[in-house]
């Protein structure tokens, strides 16, 4: 399974892009994949395919097909203030690392330093916790608006980011 990613946040009614790699000698057919939840059921058919209508909660997301089966843990808020202030999961920060390069400077002063703050998470705090920065970057892959933004080039905030 390619995506989604292990633990990945969503907000209710957000597309959740669900793609599945094929491997082997001989070339298959990717409408013989079935993809489910354990609190949805079945969500469709193919190697590449979109939902949008999961249910809030934490979900087992399979793809089975060919004999196999893969699956990952998916979790679905009800709104973008309750993802916010959720910690995102490993490797949506492995995926904020790849996609933004950030340079982390320390200041001189007693709590001007990253390292004093290594794990906190609370998106209400003003500690300097890399995990936040982290979590506040994401949520902008999340964040949708009415109309597209006039300096992004019809791009979402993340993606011109």
């Known amino acids: 399974m390619k995506s989604p990613l292990r633990n990945e946040r969503f907000v209710q009614g957000e597309p959740v892009h669900l793609v599945a790699r094929v491997t082997g000698g001989q070339q298959a057919d990717g409408n013989a994949l079935k993809w ?12 590449d395919i979109t939902v949008s209508k999961l249910s809030t909660g ?11 089966t893969a699956a990952r843990p998916v979790r ?3 709104d973008l203030g309750d993802l916010y202030t959720a910690r995102p999961a490993p490797a949506e920060i492995a995926r904020t690392d790849k996609d933004v ?6 200041g001189t002063g007693v709590d001007e330093s990253w390292s004093a703050y290594p794990a906190a998470f609370n998106q209400q705090s003003t500690d300097a916790s890399k995990l936040v920065v982290h979590a506040k970057l994401d ?6 608006f009415s109309e597209p933004l006039p300096f992004a080039g019809g791009k979402p905030i993340y993606d011109f980011f």
Do not use: C, E, M, Y
């Open 36 to 47: 489910s939840s354990n609190l949805d059921g079945a969500l469709g058919r193919g190697a």
């Open 76 to 78: 679905i808020f009800p």
């Open 139 to 144: 949520v902008l892959r999340h964040q949708s």
């Open 58 to 68: 934490t979900h087992t997301i399979k793809v089975a097909g060919f004999g196999a």
């Open 101 to 106: 390069s950030l340079s982390w400077i320390d």
